[in-house]
């Protein structure tokens, strides 16, 4: 009863694969072989140098200061976004008047260019001249001008990821919605005979059904968030305060010339989002039959 | 058998979509711009394209057509170094800064611009040329000769009852003070103290102005003596912060922004480290200030009297990497001409202006503009030009921008108070050491 | 019961809008302003002296600022059009093969896939830069797509596997029945039942390549290829920010995919709840 080999699954994979290995792998493989290289032109010559680049990056204290300001991130980030996410999407499940126009608005902050959302957010925690400094004066909140960046760490923070959590939630609630159009109506009819409410079917119909959607929507949030360079490099400058794993592998890379130690970094990144992304996925990820 | 014909039945239609797929892509995509026939060279810079009618006469006399291209200046040092480092060509000419010469040297990302001008003869012409200079090669050819100046709202310390204007470091502070104390402003005194490059080029004019240098000749710190000009300059800094002169939410404000957002609407009534060339482009403007005609500019106030302004001239080189070295060779010695270059700066109508362009770097293009008056303070800037000096003589070092990325992380972390002057300066002194030890 | 569901909505509904439109309000707000008026404290919750010059100077003309954005929105257009297109096709087929087949080492080819997502950026910048020289791609439209669609085919595929697997078995069976082969079946049944994921992702992959700046700022050189957001950038001075002008350069790049979105998303929205298998 042995099957000839079906080639249909492969010819159909083939462009995905491709286009992977030629312009994901290849440029991967050649930083993780480059990671254990001294690569530091402006100090030839390059050399095999095994963990050395490792060893050194987990020496830098910038790189230190921002891998716990980056965990900060990721616990804010991932959480606001997904719960914003599912909570957005639920609202737009049903039909109701002006809910393509209030997609389209959704969008927005994803369509803004960084350097524009950069100068939006600073113009609104600004403490000389920000706009919620105004708004908050005007309504006797505060009695002077208050500094939201720089000076308290989880504050700083917060105020920072909370411009990350403005951009990627649409891409959360999509990504959710998208999952949730497939639930199909009758289930909730059932349900509603069955006498359980609005917050009973949340629970027990939509949230089980949902989760390949959550599971996409946390992985990419866990990406994003990992890699937040612009929103602290505008907002708070290379400041410990707030800096980031991102921002770190760049000024290694491209301040300070020493592209080795990038590499070994951008390898610890990728390392660790592939850690608890599938650890994360596995949690959430159920397959769903109905 | 069936499953065959299914097989192939089914990529067919696989084919298909992806040549359609394709199609759409290559068909609308593949052609890049082709070079035209005579030769086409590429300038890359962190500035506006050049008035049209300048380049056309560029192009008529030597047969070089200019194609530009506008990068924001980050993005620009982020496309230098992926550029060299991909060892790919990206521009026949590109942006110098002076705080990249020792890095752009030492790395031979740049070609030797004496092979193909002649610097012995521009060097007269060119006080700048000697920094664009490493290891006996000329990196680049500095062509606005911009620097770092004092700049003071006049209205604001006549209201505090100020009128002789500060010449030393002491009188200045005193004066601050007096601003602050008949509360005409709150906080009188602009420092950007977010962490990032302003602040570092601030400490480096405070630096000159208590009367010192940064690094010797041999790139090794000179500002860890508590008694140093770079010593005082960061404690003077960071002092302001401390005793109210400085207002607490620039702990986070750049220094575009502190000129822009503060500077420009009266709220601060000084920047002692402002850039040259921000009264008639931002200060005067009514668009962009509400302090016109109220600003102006301060011969800077040294130890014991003015003193010279530190230098930060935007230079223009050639990537081993380029094309047409040759050409862009020819560009670079129109666009560093003396009367060129003041055409730039406005002597000759706004036909010939380019936007955003301040200051000659040749002795004989700022001769012109003085003779034609054209510019705002232009006598005293002249003046201050010409007292100018380099922040470091002999080049900035290869490891500049790492060492700078200590300056402003720590000068940022002392005024933010986690970290006291005395840490911070002995922290940045102990990269300055060991950068230039070479590790 | 209805009365409270209808309140739930309208909460919702009135939370979305606040959340994305505050911050844009401030957006256009602050492009009908001059820099001076931005700064001006108390800040003005409606521009004092409302005016197109700030959209005038970018759009209107043969100046070189109006020239270089309308020519960088044809270059995005056509950047993140065609990387959608091809992107959203090549990961459909084979998503439709990692979900409904059975063929050796599926999990395995699967995994790497989604697995190239977790590469930041930096890490792929310079060897895709070196990879895109050695083809002659740097500065063509095709360099930058090709790079796009490498970048965003894993998170297509993950997302359309994920909706395809979730279709019931039964359409399948239904299609053998009737003696169509797997790729009828693809196009007949699991195609138009997979449209509102196929609109999520052609949405999201738009979005994604609308928003990218550091690949296409190394791989094109000149204004032949630069998208939009590289221009935008650029409108930044060395030693003053146009807070006004990029605030309106802003207004525009968002508008196209507003639009794009407003006449798009019903088909995000359509699908199975519509009642297409019961």
Request: proline share 5%; aromatic share 10%.
């Given at each position: 009863?042995?099957?000839?080999?079906?080639?249909?699954?492969?010819?159909?994979?083939?462009?995905?694969?491709?286009?992977?290995?030629?312009?994901?792998?290849?440029?991967?493989?050649?930083?993780?072989?480059?990671?254990?290289?001294?690569?530091?032109?402006?100090?030839?010559?390059?050399?095999?140098?095994?963990?050395?680049?490792?060893?050194?990056?987990?020496?830098?204290?910038?790189?230190?200061?921002?891998?716990?300001?980056?965990?900060?991130?990721?616990?804010?980030?991932v959480t606001?976004s997904t719960v914003?996410g599912i909570y957005?999407a639920v609202?737009?499940q049903?039909?109701?008047?002006?809910?393509?126009?209030?997609?389209?608005?959704?969008?927005?902050?994803?369509?803004?260019?960084?350097?524009?959302?950069?100068?939006?957010?600073?113009?609104?925690?600004?403490?000389?001249?920000?706009?919620?400094?105004?708004?908050?004066?005007?309504?006797?909140?505060?009695?002077?001008?208050?500094?939201?960046?720089?000076?308290?760490?989880?504050?700083?923070?917060?105020?920072?990821?909370?411009?990350?959590?403005?951009?990627?939630?649409?891409?959360s609630t999509i990504l959710i919605l998208a999952v949730l159009q497939n639930i199909p109506?009758?289930l909730?009819?059932?349900?509603?005979?069955?006498?359980?409410?609005?917050?009973?079917s949340f629970r027990y119909l939509t949230l089980p059904l949902i989760r390949p959607g959550i599971a996409i929507a946390v992985v990419q949030s866990i990406?994003?968030?990992?890699?937040?360079?612009?929103?602290?490099?505008?907002?708070?400058?290379?400041?410990?305060?707030?800096?980031?794993?991102?921002?770190?592998?760049?000024?290694?890379?491209?301040?300070?010339?020493?592209?080795?130690?990038?590499?070994?970094?951008?390898?610890?990144?990728?390392?660790?989002?592939?850690?608890?992304s599938v650890i994360v996925a596995k949690f959430i990820y159920k397959k769903v039959e109905y | 058998?069936?499953?065959?014909?299914?097989?192939?039945?089914?990529?067919?239609?696989?084919?298909?979509?992806?040549?359609?797929?394709?199609?759409?892509?290559?068909?609308?995509?593949?052609?890049?711009?082709?070079?035209?026939?005579?030769?086409?060279?590429?300038?890359?810079?962190?500035?506006?394209?050049?008035?049209?009618?300048?380049?056309?006469?560029?192009?008529?006399?030597?047969?070089?057509?200019?194609?530009?291209?506008?990068?924001?200046?980050?993005?620009?040092?982020?496309?230098?170094?992926?550029?060299?480092?991909?060892?790919?060509?990206?521009?026949?000419?590109?942006?110098?800064?002076?705080?990249?010469?020792?890095?752009?040297?030492?790395?031979?990302?740049?070609?030797?611009?004496?092979?193909?001008?002649?610097?012995?003869?521009?060097?007269?012409?060119?006080?700048?040329?000697?920094?664009?200079?490493?290891?006996?090669?000329?990196?680049?050819?500095?062509?606005?000769?911009?620097?770092?100046?004092?700049?003071?709202?006049?209205?604001?310390?006549?209201?505090?009852?100020?009128?002789?204007?500060?010449?030393?470091?002491?009188?200045?502070?005193?004066?601050?003070?007096?601003?602050?104390?008949?509360?005409?402003?709150?906080?009188?005194?602009?420092?950007?103290?977010?962490?990032?490059?302003?602040?570092?080029?601030?400490?480096?004019?405070?630096?000159?102005?208590?009367?010192?240098?940064?690094?010797?000749?041999?790139?090794?710190?000179?500002?860890?003596?508590?008694?140093?000009?770079?010593?005082?300059?960061?404690?003077?800094?960071?002092?302001?912060?401390?005793?109210?002169?400085?207002?607490?939410?620039?702990?986070?404000?750049?220094?575009?922004?502190?000129?822009?957002?503060?500077?420009?609407?009266?709220?601060?009534?000084?920047?002692?480290?402002?850039?040259?060339?921000?009264?008639?482009?931002?200060?005067?403007?009514?668009?962009?200030?509400?302090?016109?005609?109220?600003?102006?500019?301060?011969?800077?106030?040294?130890?014991?009297?003015?003193?010279?302004?530190?230098?930060?001239?935007?230079?223009?080189?050639?990537?081993?990497?380029?094309?047409?070295?040759?050409?862009?060779?020819?560009?670079?010695?129109?666009?560093?001409?003396?009367?060129?270059?003041?055409?730039?700066?406005?002597?000759?109508?706004?036909?010939?202006?380019?936007?955003?362009?301040?200051?000659?770097?040749?002795?004989?293009?700022?001769?012109?503009?003085?003779?034609?008056?054209?510019?705002?303070?232009?006598?005293?800037?002249?003046?201050?030009?010409?007292?100018?000096?380099?922040?470091?003589?002999?080049?900035?070092?290869?490891?500049?921008?790492?060492?700078?990325?200590?300056?402003?992380?720590?000068?940022?972390?002392?005024?933010?108070?986690?970290?006291?002057?005395?840490?911070?300066?002995?922290?940045?002194?102990?990269?300055?050491?060991?950068?230039?030890?070479?590790? | 019961?209805?009365?409270?569901?209808?309140?739930?909505?309208?909460?919702?509904?009135?939370?979305?809008?606040?959340?994305?439109?505050?911050?844009?309000?401030?957006?256009?707000?602050?492009?009908?302003?001059?820099?001076?008026?931005?700064?001006?404290?108390?800040?003005?919750?409606?521009?004092?002296?409302?005016?197109?010059?700030?959209?005038?100077?970018?759009?209107?003309?043969?100046?070189?600022?109006?020239?270089?954005?309308?020519?960088?929105?044809?270059?995005?257009?056509?950047?993140?059009?065609?990387?959608?297109?091809?992107?959203?096709?090549?990961?459909?087929?084979?998503?439709?093969?990692?979900a409904?087949?059975?063929?050796?080492?599926?999990?395995?080819?699967?995994?790497?896939?989604v697995?190239?997502?977790?590469?930041?950026?930096?890490?792929?910048?310079?060897?895709?830069?070196?990879?895109?020289?050695?083809?002659?791609?740097?500065?063509?439209?095709?360099?930058?797509?090709?790079?796009?669609?490498?970048?965003?085919?894993?998170?297509?595929?993950w997302i359309l596997f994920s909706y395809m697997q979730s279709l019931?078995?039964?359409?399948?069976?239904?299609?053998?029945?009737?003696?169509?082969?797997?790729?009828?079946?693809?196009?007949?049944?699991?195609?138009?039942?997979?449209?509102?994921a196929?609109?999520s992702?052609?949405?999201?992959?738009?979005?994604?390549?609308?928003?990218?700046?550091?690949?296409?700022?190394?791989?094109?050189?000149?204004?032949?290829?630069?998208?939009?957001?590289?221009?935008?950038?650029?409108?930044?001075?060395?030693?003053?920010?146009?807070?006004?002008?990029?605030?309106?350069?802003?207004?525009?790049?968002?508008?196209?995919?507003?639009?794009?979105?407003?006449?798009?998303?019903?088909?995000?929205?359509?699908?199975l709840?519509?009642?297409?298998?019961?």
């Amino acid at each position: 009863m042995k099957k000839k080999t079906d080639f249909l699954p492969y010819a159909l994979i083939s462009p995905l694969i491709i286009f992977i290995v030629l312009l994901a792998l290849t440029p991967a493989a050649f930083t993780t072989i480059a990671a254990f290289f001294k690569v530091q032109p402006l100090n030839p010559p390059t050399h095999f140098s095994g963990l050395e680049n490792f060893r050194d990056i987990l020496h830098n204290a910038n790189v230190i200061s921002s891998l716990g300001n980056t965990f900060i991130y990721i616990i804010i980030g991932v959480t606001l976004s997904t719960v914003l996410g599912i909570y957005f999407a639920v609202i737009l499940q049903r039909r109701f008047v002006g809910r393509s126009i209030l997609i389209a608005v959704l969008i927005l902050p994803w369509a803004l260019p960084g350097v524009v959302e950069g100068i939006l957010w600073t113009g609104i925690w600004d403490a000389n001249t920000g706009v919620l400094n105004s708004v908050l004066k005007s309504m006797h909140l505060i009695t002077h001008y208050q500094v939201f960046l720089g000076q308290h760490k989880f504050l700083t923070i917060l105020a920072i990821e909370v411009v990350q959590v403005w951009q990627i939630t649409p891409l959360s609630t999509i990504l959710i919605l998208a999952v949730l159009q497939n639930i199909p109506d009758d289930l909730y009819e059932a349900a509603t005979i069955d006498g359980s409410n609005g917050r009973k079917s949340f629970r027990y119909l939509t949230l089980p059904l949902i989760r390949p959607g959550i599971a996409i929507a946390v992985v990419q949030s866990i990406i994003a968030t990992l890699n937040i360079f612009d929103q602290p490099y505008i907002l708070n400058g290379a400041a410990s305060t707030a800096n980031s794993l991102a921002m770190e592998t760049y000024a290694v890379s491209f301040q300070n010339l020493n592209f080795g130690q990038g590499y070994a970094l951008s390898l610890l990144i990728t390392l660790f989002t592939l850690f608890i992304s599938v650890i994360v996925a596995k949690f959430i990820y159920k397959k769903v039959e109905y | 058998m069936q499953n065959a014909i299914k097989i192939s039945k089914s990529q067919k239609s696989i084919a298909i979509v992806v040549a359609v797929a394709s199609a759409f892509g290559f068909a609308s995509l593949a052609a890049p711009a082709k070079a035209a026939s005579p030769v086409t060279i590429s300038v890359v810079l962190a500035a506006p394209p050049l008035p049209p009618a300048m380049l056309a006469e560029f192009t008529k006399a030597t047969g070089i057509n200019v194609k530009w291209t506008q990068v924001d200046w980050d993005s620009l040092q982020t496309k230098i170094a992926a550029g060299s480092t991909a060892n790919t060509y990206y521009a026949d000419a590109t942006d110098v800064d002076w705080s990249r010469v020792g890095q752009l040297g030492k790395l031979n990302w740049f070609l030797p611009m004496e092979k193909y001008l002649d610097t012995k003869a521009l060097a007269t012409d060119m006080p700048q040329l000697s920094s664009f200079t490493k290891n006996g090669h000329v990196v680049g050819i500095p062509y606005d000769a911009s620097f770092m100046v004092t700049t003071v709202n006049k209205a604001l310390f006549a209201k505090a009852g100020i009128t002789k204007m500060p010449t030393t470091i002491d009188e200045y502070t005193a004066d601050l003070k007096a601003v602050k104390a008949k509360n005409v402003v709150q906080y009188p005194l602009n420092i950007p103290f977010a962490a990032a490059e302003g602040l570092s080029t601030y400490w480096y004019e405070t630096t000159g102005a208590f009367g010192g240098h940064i690094l010797d000749a041999a790139g090794k710190p000179l500002f860890t003596d508590p008694a140093s000009a770079g010593y005082k300059a960061a404690a003077w800094m960071v002092n302001a912060v401390k005793t109210g002169l400085v207002p607490p939410g620039n702990i986070n404000v750049a220094d575009s922004q502190g000129q822009q957002t503060l500077m420009a609407k009266g709220k601060v009534a000084s920047t002692f480290s402002d850039y040259s060339g921000n009264v008639g482009s931002l200060y005067d403007v009514a668009a962009s200030s509400s302090v016109v005609h109220q600003v102006q500019y301060l011969a800077t106030p040294g130890a014991s009297g003015p003193t010279s302004n530190l230098g930060n001239p935007d230079g223009i080189g050639i990537p081993v990497k380029a094309k047409n070295p040759a050409a862009a060779a020819k560009f670079i010695s129109w666009f560093t001409d003396g009367k060129n270059m003041a055409d730039f700066a406005g002597a000759n109508g706004t036909a010939r202006t380019w936007v955003g362009y301040f200051f000659p770097s040749r002795l004989s293009g700022i001769a012109i503009l003085n003779k034609k008056g054209s510019i705002i303070g232009g006598d005293v800037l002249a003046g201050m030009l010409k007292t100018s000096a380099a922040v470091f003589p002999q080049g900035a070092p290869a490891w500049y921008p790492e060492f700078s990325g200590a300056v402003y992380t720590n000068l940022h972390a002392a005024a933010a108070g986690t970290m006291t002057v005395d840490a911070a300066i002995k922290a940045i002194g102990a990269v300055a050491t060991k950068l230039s030890s070479g590790k | 019961m209805k009365l409270h569901k209808k309140g739930f909505r309208r909460f919702g509904v009135g939370v979305i809008l606040s959340w994305s439109l505050v911050p844009i309000y401030w957006v256009i707000n602050t492009s009908f302003q001059t820099d001076a008026q931005i700064s001006d404290t108390p800040a003005h919750l409606f521009p004092p002296t409302p005016g197109w010059a700030n959209y005038k100077a970018l759009l209107i003309g043969d100046g070189e600022l109006p020239s270089m954005i309308r020519r960088a929105t044809i270059n995005i257009f056509i950047e993140c059009i065609s990387a959608t297109i091809i992107t959203v096709v090549l990961a459909s087929l084979a998503a439709y093969a990692f979900a409904r087949m059975e063929f050796k080492g599926r999990k395995f080819f699967l995994f790497v896939v989604v697995m190239t997502m977790a590469f930041p950026t930096y890490t792929t910048l310079i060897p895709m830069y070196r990879i895109m020289a050695m083809v002659h791609l740097v500065n063509t439209y095709l360099g930058i797509i090709l790079c796009y669609v490498s970048g965003f085919l894993p998170l297509a595929t993950w997302i359309l596997f994920s909706y395809m697997q979730s279709l019931p078995l039964a359409i399948e069976e239904a299609g053998s029945v009737d003696g169509a082969s797997r790729m009828q079946i693809f196009r007949l049944i699991v195609l138009p039942l997979t449209m509102p994921a196929i609109a999520s992702t052609a949405v999201i992959t738009f979005l994604f390549a609308w928003a990218q700046f550091i690949f296409p700022l190394v791989l094109a050189s000149d204004q032949s290829t630069q998208p939009l957001t590289v221009i935008v950038a650029a409108i930044q001075g060395r030693h003053i920010v146009p807070y006004s002008l990029l605030s309106t350069a802003g207004v525009i790049a968002l508008s196209v995919p507003a639009v794009i979105a407003l006449l798009t998303n019903r088909f995000i929205v359509s699908g199975l709840i519509n009642g297409s298998v019961k």
